[in-house]
């Protein structure tokens, strides 16, 4: 009897055990959704009030023609056109044909929902592992990098144009790898032969996405598959996909409207043109992508500490207090907040103080000169606040951890870089997701231009990796105790300072547009050939959050004219001095 009545006691505590378990569960799955819908909605809200703006124009109509897509039909003749005359990327061009004619709403919430899927691919590929009930606050972290690190996020992730290429590209890629990713992880196949011709219809997607990265694509799968093919764990549905993804890759690539490209954007340049453009790139996404390069600097640092204090080394970490010194940085980037949404009067008092005493006694004082340097302060306070917090969130990390600057030199000594290397599995998962990142960018080399949006496929393989690395629990353990509340101080200010800035210049910025849209509309109406208008005031851009160019930019203007039906819009000038 006693037997029993123990066993019923093991039993229970089993049962309520399970049951701690599977709650604990479900509240981290209802937390997930609620990071994900918080996710959705901002980005849904910035898409709304982001405008029709730019090539949006020129891809309502069919291509190079005056007529507006009015019909399926149309959407298939334009990307078909568009391929034969301007570019290879058939399939995200007519996913944006294809949305601008449905709707601007329902591109809005596809765009988001591209978005949302995104970061919930980058999160699996970090996790290997298609899980997500344990972790909302890694989640949250994956969605807050993305939006502080991809270069030109509103380019990129919000402009119609621009995310049908980038985000929609990058969404069908990450999907298709991730069967690679796992299996490469497990050591066995994850998706069974029926599979064949499903991954292979996804890597002819993948394939035909953005020139680097399906160069990437085709060369990472085609070398997993071999190494699995030597471990015998490969399938048929590996060599479908990469096969795939190779036919896609030629059809993108061999587009006759490549060469026609090609002739006018990179006729005459030689390799050292080529290697200044990946210089530019690669030097404009450092920028962005230093909230990742000091995370990933701070826990490169806290490995090699477990691997010295497991040889016996005791580290001896600083006070939590602010110095004096601090608490004026930290208020002065308060003061900075303040300057931004006041007219950014701090700005224009270091613009004026150099204006005085360094322009004036050079002689620098020609209206082109001093417009560009007007223009160097338009975003000053916005930078000044992110590069400071920043290195302020990033200099007390350092303090808390215990990274001095002794520290780090006796740690250079104790560990070497190999012994890390040997020692964390995720460490040398990271590092070849960065260095397949480093190969994603110079594919560029081979391309006329190499814009700092062209890496936003390598930032995101740069964004798993810090994830990788944050998950680890050496990692998360001595963030915890150590760094929490300074990271989460620093993460929360960051995410609502460029997220208020975003959102209220994109609100300003779709007032101005309406307004000046129903100016054109009018002079079109009135059978007039130019429109009049005033230059939108507002110029700060929030950190690239937002993109946006005034009417008399050449691509915003060519393309509004040919929509509407009129000759030319003069923005600045005197109205009724024209009439």
Partial sequence: MAVLLASCHRCKKIRDRERGVLSQSNNDLGRNLLVLLGIFLVMFVLNQWMPIHRDDYDYSLIWMTAEHVGSFQDVVQSAYRHYFLHGGRMVTVFCLDLFLWLGKLWFDIANALMFVALVVLMYFHARRAVEWRQEPLILAVTGLLAWLSFPHFGEVAVWKSGSTVYLWSAVPVALFLLPYNLSLAKGRPVLGSWWLAPMFLLGLIAGWSVENLAVTVVVLTAGISWYLRRKGAMEGWMIAGCCGALLGLIGLVAAPGNFVRYD???????????????????????????????????AWRVFKMVLAERQGCQITRGAARLSYRQWAL??????????????????????????????????????????????LFKGFDEMAIYWLTIFFV??????????????????????????????????????????????????????????????????????????????????????????????????????????????????????????????????????????????????????????????????????????????????????????
């Fill in 394 to 579: 990033y200099a007390l990390v350092k303090k808390r951890l215990g990274l001095s600057s002794p520290v780090i030199r006796q740690l250079a000594e104790m560990v070497k870089a190999r012994e890390v290397w040997q020692a964390f599995p995720v460490v040398r998962y990271a590092g070849g997701l960065l260095g397949l990142a480093l190969f994603n960018n110079l594919v560029m080399l081979a391309a006329p231009t190499f814009p700092a949006r062209a890496t936003f496929s390598s930032v995101a393989m740069i964004i798993t990796a810090a994830i990788a690395i944050l998950r680890e629990p050496v990692i998360r353990e001595y963030f915890a105790v150590h760094a929490r509340a300074v990271l989460g101080a620093g993460a929360v200010g960051l995410a609502l300072f460029t997220l208020s800035a975003a959102m209220l210049v994109t609100y300003t910025l779709r007032q101005e547009n309406d307004a000046r849209l129903a100016i054109v509309q009018a002079a079109a109406d009135r059978g007039d050939s130019i429109a009049y208008m005033d230059p939108i005031p507002l110029k700060n851009r929030a950190l690239r959050h937002v993109f946006f160019a005034d009417f008399d930019s050449g691509v915003t203007k060519d393309g509004l004219c040919k929509y509407y039906g009129i000759k030319d819009i003069k923005v600045n000038m005197e109205k009724d001095s024209r009439r």
């Fill in 330 to 375: 930290l208020g002065f980037i308060l003061l900075l907040v303040v300057s931004y949404f006041n007219g950014s009067f701090v700005a224009w008092t270091v613009r004026d103080i150099l204006y005085a005493i360094v322009m004036v006694p050079l002689g620098l004082t020609k209206p082109k000169t001093i417009d560009h340097f007007d223009n």
């Fill in 264 to 298: 006018d954007q990179g006729s005459g340049k030689g390799i050292l043109d080529h290697i200044g453009n990946q210089i530019a790139g690669n030097a404009e996404m450092v920028l962005y992508i230093l909230p990742l390069i000091l995370l990933l600097l701070c």
